[in-house]
């Protein structure tokens, strides 16, 4: 590998997405990991000279846009705080019907709450269904506080009043469960504390009916979508020493898509 081309931008974030503008220019989004920028759109039809055509700021003072990703003319930015019950964190989205113009804000879906911190990775399976690793005002984690995401679905069908699906956590996560979640071997020097909360979800159209998430101290977990309201286990794979399954993404080549 060698490098091309150098943009100058602040921390940037693990969301990023490309799209074709007419004429052939492409447009390139891509989140900030902090303030006080939320994400930047950049022009790299010329690899070797890209341009900074926006940097659109963080919604608030305390919230980062770790992620984001673009289906068709919808963009969707993940907003997610410092500490639990911080206000503003969840979704905002745009259209950008116009890639070389200004994002377009359609509307903000609020996943905040006093034991959320909103939502760290946003995954478009479709324009119309969001997947989010978000925490919400209804969710208290049963065994720890960094327990506080789980997966949950959007519809965008109309995009400015977006709307939740359906839910799941892992059994034990939340408080209420029957079940406890129990502690999976690892190397302290590595990872200092247990996390049960998905990072990714991966939804793709050639197999619309599956998620895949890595889900930290939880282990690989693929879920059955096709009911897209009532979520079912397909299979959790936990691993040990160390047991932080950062992230997920199959390779349907190797005949893994179950």
């Not at 900074?52 to 907003?79: M, Q, R, Y």
């Not at 327990?147 to 519809?155: G, K, L």
């Not at 029957?178 to 590595?190: A, E, F, L, M």
């Amino acid at each position: 590998m060698r490098l091309v081309g150098h943009a100058d931008l602040t921390l940037l974030g693990e969301g990023m997405a490309e799209k074709l503008a007419p004429g052939g220019r492409r447009i390139f989004f891509i989140a900030h990991e902090s303030g006080p920028q939320c994400f930047a759109v950049l022009d790299v039809t010329d690899a070797s000279k890209p341009q900074v055509l926006f940097e659109i700021p963080s919604p608030g003072k305390d919230l980062h846009c770790n992620s984001l990703d673009l289906n068709n003319n919808t963009l969707v930015v993940a907003a997610e705080s410092a500490d639990e019950g911080e206000p503003g964190a969840g979704i905002r989205v745009y259209d950008v019907s116009s890639p070389t113009t200004e994002p377009k804000f359609v509307s903000y879906f609020d996943t905040s709450g006093p034991r959320s911190r909103g939502v760290h990775h946003v995954w478009l399976g479709s324009e119309s269904v969001a997947y989010l690793t978000t925490g919400s005002a209804d969710f208290t984690p049963k065994r720890a506080t960094t327990d506080d995401e789980f997966y949950m679905s959007v519809d965008l069908k109309d995009r400015a009043h977006p709307r939740e699906i359906g839910r799941w956590w892992y059994p034990g996560q939340r408080t209420g469960d029957s079940t406890t979640v129990g502690p999976v071997p690892i190397i302290p020097s590595y990872v200092p504390i247990q996390v049960y909360r998905p990072h990714n979800i991966d939804v793709f159209p050639s197999h619309p009916n599956r998620a895949y998430m890595g889900y930290l101290d939880g282990g690989l977990v693929i879920l059955d979508i096709s009911d897209p309201v009532h979520p079912k286990t397909v299979s959790i794979s936990r691993y040990a020493s160390p047991g932080f399954t950062h992230t997920a993404f199959p390779i349907f080549s190797r005949n893994c898509s179950h």
